[in-house]
């Protein structure tokens, strides 16, 4: 049976328009000419940032004077959440070695690589949960020079707490620059930086557009679009609950989508009464963002069973999804496409989003399909290696060189061939000397 709406969504928000994609374009040409002259040049007109964009050790120890000691404890106490979970991702990632045939063994190797940009969000929020997240899992990775950069706020520049936290996860450098000027100091290695291997973090849609540009040359964690959440619940949760958890997503933007599916109707009618109270308590400006996005963005949907649920959010594949019902076992095991899974009313998505430990930078806009989060992983090139001696080489040597020529590639069967030869050289000249 097909779901039920109850509430729709008018229409979404594209991820990338036209002109973004082409201003993008454009700024990412100028940077590559100009380097570091022209980034300084749009930090001072798009951020209005007329300080220095390196920060100076002196600049964090002021900065981390100013933060309250129990602010500090609080990020500390999330930062060792958040380096605790990737050391244990770390250490699920290793080396091996088989000898696939007596002579023939082959393996891989975990190699981090040197250099990553973790962009770091500023703007609307003071993202001290984003600067952990990326910085402290590239770290835990074992990558050699990090960079990370944050747009300035006001003339104070990048925020204290945020400074502090940044410092805190392990950043080789600080650069007080944002937008798509930030994202190419760290690709292109401006400002004392080397260029970055991988580029991190979420951002809005010019940061998500450069990524997406610069890809191939340059990793990226994913194409990141606006956040989004899916709750899936039972008649045992509660409707306020429910509701609290919906507008807690949709303050981070207007184009931010939650939906809920529900397999009670009452549960459905009596979150659709209490979440315009509970926006309308927040303050500006998240009361609007979480308005508009739930005007415009937010679903409701009614279900049969618990099937038809989990089915509905495989299609979806959100970026978060929040169980509350019964037989957690269940859904733990059944579903297949999201970003992160909070199992339970007493795992808030807002706990994954600060300090529980595993990454908050996620795959949005249905990419959960095919990918998880960031992790140590995105940090890593499982690369391999292989070695061949003679007990292995004749019968090697012989497929590969008819499997070329079926192929073709008379080049590829000769580099066989020649082995062969050198073998059959090397043990006729052995023979004649023991003989």
């Known amino acids: 049976m097909p779901v039920t709406p109850l509430k729709t969504a008018p229409g979404e928000t594209p991820q990338a328009a036209a002109d973004i994609i082409d201003t993008v374009q454009v700024m990412l040409a100028r940077l590559r000419q100009g380097g570091g002259q022209v980034a300084l040049e749009y930090a001072r007109t798009l951020d209005n940032w007329q300080g220095e964009i390196t920060v100076s050790t002196d600049a964090i120890e002021k900065a981390v004077a100013k933060v309250p000691q129990d602010l500090k404890d609080d990020i500390r106490w999330a930062h060792d959440n958040i380096s605790r979970f990737a050391a244990a991702q770390r250490a699920t990632a290793q080396d091996m070695e088989i000898e696939l045939r007596p002579g023939l063994i082959a393996g891989q190797k975990q190699i981090p690589l040197s250099a990553a940009g973790c962009y770091v969000p500023g703007g609307r929020y003071t993202h001290i949960a984003s600067a952990l997240m990326s910085i402290a899992t590239a770290r835990e990775a074992g990558v050699g020079d990090i960079t990370a950069c944050s747009p300035p706020n006001g003339s104070e520049g990048i925020p204290a707490p945020m400074l502090y936290a940044m410092h805190l996860a392990g950043a080789s450098r600080i ?163 999201y970003g992160s899974l909070f199992l339970g009313e007493n795992t808030t998505v807002s706990f994954g989003d600060k300090a529980a430990g595993p990454n908050h930078v996620l795959p949005t806009s249905g990419a959960a399909r095919y990918t998880g989060g960031l992790s140590v992983h995105k940090f890593l090139k499982t690369v391999t290696w292989q070695q061949v001696d003679e007990r292995a080489l004749p019968d090697l040597a012989r497929v590969s060189a008819r499997i070329s020529r079926e192929e073709r590639m008379e080049g590829h069967a000769r580099s066989a061939d020649i082995r062969l030869d050198q073998l059959a050289n090397t043990s006729k000249l052995s023979a004649n000397q023991n003989g």
């Open 175 to 337: 650069l007080c620059i944002g937008g798509v000027q930030g994202i190419a100091a760290m690709a292109f290695g401006l400002f004392g930086a080397p260029p970055s291997d991988i580029l991190v973090g979420p951002g809005n849609a010019y940061v998500a557009e450069a990524k997406r540009q610069l890809f191939g040359p340059i990793g990226i964690d994913m194409f990141a679009g606006p956040t989004d959440s899916l709750i899936l619940a039972d008649e045992s949760a509660d409707p306020l609950t429910v509701a609290v958890d919906l507008v807690s997503q949709a303050e981070h933007g207007v184009n931010s989508p939650v939906w809920l599916a529900t397999t009670h109707r009452p549960l459905a009618e009596a979150v659709m009464t209490e979440v315009p109270r509970l926006i309308a308590d927040l303050p500006e400006p998240n009361r609007t963002a979480a308005d508009i996005a739930w005007r415009d963005m937010a679903e409701i949907v009614l279900c049969d069973d618990d099937e038809e649920m989990a089915q509905y959010a495989d299609q979806k594949a959100p970026e978060h999804l929040h169980v509350q019902a019964r037989d957690l076992g269940f859904w733990r095991d059944r579903l297949r496409a």
